[in-house]
């Protein structure tokens, strides 16, 4: 079994800050990528950044300059720090990761955590 755990949603007003956490844990060989989706109402999901297990990163185009990944490899832990929140970045937040089990690369993901944030 393998779980990723979010932490660091909530409601915050625009220009504000959140940080999100995601922890893998559980039986698993290797992680390769790790990143962060996220889903609006009414819309598709989309990439927000990934990063690499050598720290190569890789943001979407809306947040550039507002948001910056980083990855603690031996706590198996992704971060997301985001500044200058907008309304638009409001959606549920979803953390996954590549990692290597059973004989297979595969991704795994977290439940979700809601970011709001309000004009």
């Known amino acids: 079994q393998v779980q990723l755990v979010e932490s660091g949603g909530g409601l915050v007003q625009a220009g504000g800050s959140l940080r999100l956490s995601c922890t893998t844990s559980?039986?698993?060989?290797?992680?390769?990528?790790m990143g962060w989706y996220r889903q609006a109402p009414g819309k598709q999901r989309e990439l927000v950044a990934d990063?690499?297990?050598?720290?190569?990163?890789n943001y979407a185009d809306s947040v550039k300059g507002r948001f910056t990944i980083s990855r603690d490899n031996a706590k198996n832990t992704v971060y997301l720090q985001m500044n200058s929140l907008k309304p638009e970045d409001t959606a549920v937040y979803y953390c996954y990761a590549h990692i290597y089990r059973l004989m297979r690369w595969a991704d795994y993901w977290g439940q979700g955590t809601q970011v709001t944030v309000s004009s």
């Open positions: 990063i690499s297990n050598g720290g190569s990163t």
């Open positions: 559980g039986s698993m060989f290797s992680i390769n990528a």
